[in-house]
């Protein structure tokens, strides 16, 4: 993969973008929201609004900014189905323009909800991001023979339909509570899916996050990834729209770190500072360096023996590190403090 900053982890294969740039960008700033009508990113009115992305992890404007709307409260449940059909439409929208480029492969959508999730920003918006090749992980789905999607779904695991689309409990999830929405007749790509279709998107995304909160309460924390299908479309039999949505909670009590799960422990130093393991799933951000450096990794692929996708990384850091979260570590601002 040519990204700047690749890397490929010799002991378990994964795929990674290391983005030590991103380490700058602003985490819950003071003052006026930077998203919000009048901010630094949104200087005039705007409806739904793509911006590029100042910290990306992607070079020459593959990594983008979508934000849902102009208040800074918002959330898919309030802005019900109509609003939230108009960001599916942006999303579809800069999927087919950057996926219409000739150095993009694949493009990948997700949102990171709420601060224990790790957002830096609390206004409500996704980001894009325009890869050069297909990473390893849509690859595989990709390459299969046959849609798997497509495949009878058992009753017992269906959780809702709505014209055009279903939710359904994954058979071997990866969390508690993990959902996986997808269209249920195939179409190879969310371009080309038709209006109509994406509209129902937007619609069921309002019922399965308003599912969510009942359970877990008012802005309960989640993530959820987009997968709208390759770059060009055809030419993949396998190719088939699909949002998993996890939420960051395993129970009404306890909280998870979305599809991140980090575990902090003592000892095991690498250079100064004690040791942090990180577990996480395609697409998250962790954090590496050693000796008080610090660097901003993108996992895009790693899968362990049980064939589930993980990447798993010890390091030292002294200090503090920003913007990430880890259960009696956690504070307001997001700030972890090693090497106590």
């Known amino acids: 993969m040519s990204e700047t900053g690749f890397r490929i982890d010799p002991l378990t294969g994964a795929h990674v973008v290391v983005t030590p740039w991103r380490q700058h960008r602003p985490v819950h700033p003071d003052g006026m929201c930077p998203f919000c009508p009048g901010g630094l990113e949104a200087p005039g009115a705007y409806d739904v609004l793509h911006i590029p992305n100042r910290w990306p992890s992607l070079a020459n404007g593959r990594h983008e900014v979508i934000l849902h709307g102009p208040d800074h409260d918002s959330s898919f449940p309030r802005l019900g189905e109509d609003r939230s059909a108009r960001v599916v439409e942006l999303w579809s929208a800069r999927t087919s323009v950057l996926g219409s480029r000739e150095d993009v492969s ?32 849509p690859k595989s789905e ?5 849609c798997g999607l497509c495949k009878d779904i058992d009753g017992e695991l269906i959780v809702t339909r709505q014209p055009g689309w279903q939710v359904s409990v994954p058979w071997a999830p990866s969390w508690p509570y993990e959902m996986l929405i997808s269209p249920c007749a195939h179409v190879a790509d969310l371009p080309t899916a038709g209006q109509s279709l994406r509209a129902g998107l937007g619609g069921i995304l309002v019922d399965s996050l308003t599912r969510l909160e009942r359970l877990f309460g008012g802005g309960a924390p989640y993530q959820l990834w987009v997968h709208p299908g390759p770059a060009g479309g055809g030419g993949w039999a396998a190719a088939h729209p699909q949002v998993p949505l996890t939420p960051g909670s395993r129970a009404a009590s306890a909280r998870r770190v979305g599809r991140c799960r980090r575990l902090l422990r003592s000892g095991g130093s690498t250079g ?9 799933r395609n697409g998250t951000s962790v954090m ?12 895009i692929d790693g899968q362990d023996a049980a064939g589930r996708h993980r990447h798993r990384q010890s390091f030292g850091v002294k200090g503090d590190v920003r913007g990430v979260a880890a259960d009696r570590q956690f504070r307001a601002v997001g700030t972890i403090t090693i090497n106590r």
């Open 288 to 299: 590496a360096g050693g000796a008080g450096a610090i660097a901003i990794a993108t996992v």
């Open 272 to 280: 100064g500072g004690s040791t942090t393991e990180i577990l996480t």
């Open 142 to 146: 990709l390459s299969k023979s046959n």
């Open 106 to 137: 694949y493009v990948f959508i997700f949102e990171n909800r709420g601060r224990v999730i790790g957002t830096t920003i609390d206004h409500p918006h996704s980001q894009i991001m325009a890869f050069s090749e297909i990473p390893p992980i």
